[in-house]
């Protein structure tokens, strides 16, 4: 629950930095009423626009789905790294 709360948080920071739900709905390719229906749900935002979102705000995909995108993931060896050092371009 607590990755679903912050993920919603970190939704209407989005929001906030780009400006209105229109322009939301802009970056993702989807109707204001879908943005707004996510706000007034408390949904996070879906999967599919994580990365276009996080480009246009600069808010981070670990923010905005903690649960698909964890901050420390686990490599071979066992010891954690940020997600962002894997080198995947």
């Known amino acids: 629950m607590e990755h679903h709360q912050s993920a919603f948080i970190a ?16 970056i ?15 949904k996070p935002l879906p999967p599919i626009h994580v990365l276009a979102v996080e480009a246009a705000t600069g808010i981070s995909r670990h923010d905005l789905r903690p ?6 993931v686990p490599n071979s060896s066992g ?8 080198g995947a371009a």
Do not use: F, H
């Not at 920071?13 to 939301?24: H, K, N, V």
């Open 11 to 26: 939704l209407g920071q989005a929001i906030d930095r780009l400006g209105t739900q229109a322009a939301m709905a802009r």
């Open 28 to 42: 993702c390719g989807v109707s204001a009423t879908a943005v707004w229906k996510w706000m007034q749900d408390k």
């Open 67 to 72: 649960d698909i995108y964890p901050r420390d």
């Open 79 to 86: 010891e954690t790294a940020n997600s962002d050092q894997t």
